[in-house]
């Protein structure tokens, strides 16, 4: 429960700063061909569908938020919550409580958690040199361990460099061993690839936004293809 109060707490501040700063919501979902994430398939059937909505609260430097993921078959059920501190435009740190599978209770935080909770600092490059880059580490929670039983602290990297308005590459890697999260024994290359994406013009008020993905896992040798749908 420490997590969920954490987030209460963090809703309360917020709302409380809203007197004297503009707050801001956002909310949204994507339709995705399938679930992908950092280069690995999330599930045990690949290319089902996926709806992932999204919502956040924003006051000033600080969000908070979730974002979900759940197969049309069933096959995937996620739902995570975050808390993002913005020290400037191009830098910020967040803290994520992963919750896969729902094998136990969401409010289970003890032995047999599914939790998982992540610290990543993300850079956003400016228009001289618009590199962008995020590093990412589990720092606590279930399921992140080494083959000896320790504690794996699985870490990746991302690198991003935008080819034009619409279209970025992306490489990324574990930095260790991470069997659980990233199937990896020790450093690994697991994802590189290519996102394009497209606003097709529906009337002259609505446009809807679609992007695609092509990937390579050059650790796990394989490959993905991603379409999706931006409400």
Do not use: C
Not at 125 to 143: M, V, Y
Not at 152 to 166: H, K, Q, R
Not at 174 to 199: H, P
Not at 207 to 226: D, E, I, M, Q, T
């Amino acid at each position: 429960m420490k997590t969920v109060k954490f987030f209460a707490v963090a809703m309360v501040a917020l709302v409380a700063a809203t007197s004297s700063v503009k707050a801001q919501f956002s909310a949204g979902a994507d339709l995705v061909s399938s679930y992908v994430w950092r280069g690995v398939p999330q599930e045990a059937t690949k290319g089902t569908p996926n709806v992932q909505p999204f919502v956040s609260f924003t006051v000033d430097k600080f969000t908070i938020g979730s974002w979900a993921s759940s197969s049309l078959i069933g096959n995937v059920k996620e739902v995570d919550l975050y808390a993002t501190y913005a020290f400037s435009s191009s830098l910020a740190l967040t803290v994520t409580d992963y919750n896969w599978g729902f094998t136990n209770s969401y409010f289970n935080y003890g032995t047999g958690s599914d939790h998982l909770f992540e610290a990543t600092l993300a850079y956003t490059g400016g228009e001289s040199f618009p590199l962008s880059g995020s590093l990412n580490t589990f720092f606590a929670g279930a399921n992140d361990l080494k083959s000896d039983g320790k504690r794996a602290y699985s870490t990746y990297v991302e690198l991003s460099y935008p080819l034009s308005e619409n279209a970025k590459i992306f490489t990324g890697a574990a930095l260790g061993e991470s069997v659980a999260v990233y199937g990896t024994t020790g450093f690994g290359l697991i994802n590189a690839g290519v996102k394009v994406s497209k606003s097709i013009e529906i009337t002259d008020k609505f446009s809807l936004p679609v992007y695609g993905v092509l990937g390579f896992n050059p650790y796990a040798k394989g490959a993905y293809f991603v379409a999706g749908i931006t409400l």
